[in-house]
């Protein structure tokens, strides 16, 4: 019975690892989008190859089908809202570096990840429309950079990375509890 408990005990440690690296991971995308608005693709691919290689050397052959099929169900699914321009192409390399770790349970995050973005979203809408009040309270005009610049090609646009990021942290916890 000591040699399962231990047994248990070295998995969970390791499932913990996996997770903090992963929010690690999707922290510093987030961070590489804040800054740039692009997720590099070189950060992604290695990603996807850290995945894959802890698949396979955790799971055997099993773990890199778990693993190929995490990487492809974000491509599968938001495919649409690629083409729509709902979505960046970077967010959905992100999603499936991620599933490469964590297999289809991909699709968990996925859904975290919206329902955080759509509560970010909320939060850059009702702060826009203050900043707009304010702005014309203070008859000034609006002088900054970035997505808050009236001539920039990113008005009106956030990062969906950092709701990526939230929907991993919603993830490990309830994967946790």
Known sequence: MKDGNV??????????????????YTGIA??????????????????MMAGILKAVLFQGKHGLCYSIIGMMLPVAVL?????LKAI????I???SAIGSFI???VGFIMLYSFIAGGILSFIYLISSVVKSNTNRISNSKLIS???????????????FSPAILIGTIWYAVLKHM
Request: aromatic share 12%.
């Open 93 to 95: 390399k992100l999603f």
């Open 30 to 47: 987030a961070v590489f989008d804040i800054k740039t608005w692009r997720i590099p693709n070189i950060y992604v691919i290695c990603g």
């Open 88 to 91: 960046g192409g970077g967010d």
């Open 79 to 83: 495919f649409v809202l690629f083409l």
């Open 103 to 105: 297999g289809a349970d």
């Open 7 to 24: 047994c248990i005990q070295q998995k969970q440690r390791r499932v913990v690892k996996i997770f903090i690296t992963l929010v690690a």
């Open 145 to 159: 950079a970035g997505e808050n610049n009236m001539n920039s090609p990113f008005k009106g646009k956030i990062h």
